[in-house]
């Protein structure tokens, strides 16, 4: 028997896209959808994809959401804030942006009506 040089390094295991969807909690069919456009980590071996446990980390990590950072309590002496305007609403005093039907292009009703 040949000796061994160096520490042997095992290979990484790779899991199945219905293993990694049981530990994510979703599908297999959203584990292979994600890889396929590229979303997601992943190894193809021939057709299958796989995933080591390094790539199940790196997809928890892009999907984690973190927490915003809360906004210090205002000091007694300063008055409140206003509170944040939505994008889509309209300015005060400004007019409104109210769109208006318009009128039929034909307004004969023959040029609807046909022969059955």
Known sequence: MAEQTGAEVAPARLYRPDEVAAVLGC??????????????????????????????????????????I?????????????PARR???????????RLRARPPRRTDRAAFDTAA
């Open 27 to 68: 599908s297999a069919w959203w584990v292979k959808d994600r890889a396929r456009r590229r979303q997601i980590p992943f190894a193809r071996v021939g057709r299958a994809y796989r995933f080591t446990a390094a790539h199940l980390a790196e997809i928890i990590r892009l999907h984690e959401e973190r927490p915003t």
């Open 70 to 82: 809360a906004a210090r309590p205002p000091s007694p002496g300063t008055p409140p804030a206003a």
């Open 87 to 97: 994008s889509g609403a309209p300015e005060p005093g400004a007019t409104s942006g």
